[in-house]
């Protein structure tokens, strides 16, 4: 009986690390990744403009990719300027009524051409804003569905979107779009890279004076442990009578810091 347990003892011994060798060799080789993230910063800037009235927003999601491509994943944010729109004291009623998130759901399939080193992105994104709407003050929905489509070389990357919404993010315009050009640049191995970006929203058969471009300038530092913060500055040409939301013009130049977490 000694000699048994013994013998099995010295069996496990090696049999339990032997076993999580071959768990962890089966993670490696898995086809499938799923990441989450969370984050905070001082103000949530959506395409140049403020989500959150000028104010910090705490944000988080899920991320899953499979080995061949394919991708889907969901995100958050805290937002107000649904309810800040029309506030008591800044041009009557709200918009909504009551709205404090932003939800998105998204898929796509992204790959290389060839070996050329040129990768594309193709997907699908519909943005959910929950809450109650005041559809006598606001007649769009801020709900929104777009395809989007991309490329990218190395660290220079430009994206096309396109909404078949009858409205998008509140405001006419079914056969809305947004444009952009963004320069990714790392600094060798050290975690610290620029960014410089340019787009352009326009709203389709919407009025054109909610068209407007905006930029980018910022620098962000990467660890090793997924933590990721920086800062960025942003700007716009976006006519204030359109973009103004309460006390706020979201449209205005911004400083704003983050801080975000990927495990």
Known sequence: MRNSLLLAAIVGTFAAPAAVMAEEAAEASSPHTITYNIGLTSNYIFRGTSQSGDRPAIQGGMDYSHASGFYAGTWASSISWLTDTGADGYGGERAYNSSSMELDIYAGYTAEIGETGITYDVGVNQYIYPGRRNTAVSPYNADTTEIYGGLAYK???ARYNWSPSKSAFGFQGRGASYIDLTLDIPFGD????????????????GPSEYDYTDWKLGLSKAWDNGIVAGGYYTDTDADPSAFTYGPVFSGKENWTFFVQKTF
């Open 155 to 157: 660290w220079v990357s």
């Open 190 to 205: 050290t975690g610290y890279s620029a960014i410089a970006h340019v787009g352009r929203q326009e709203f389709g058969n």
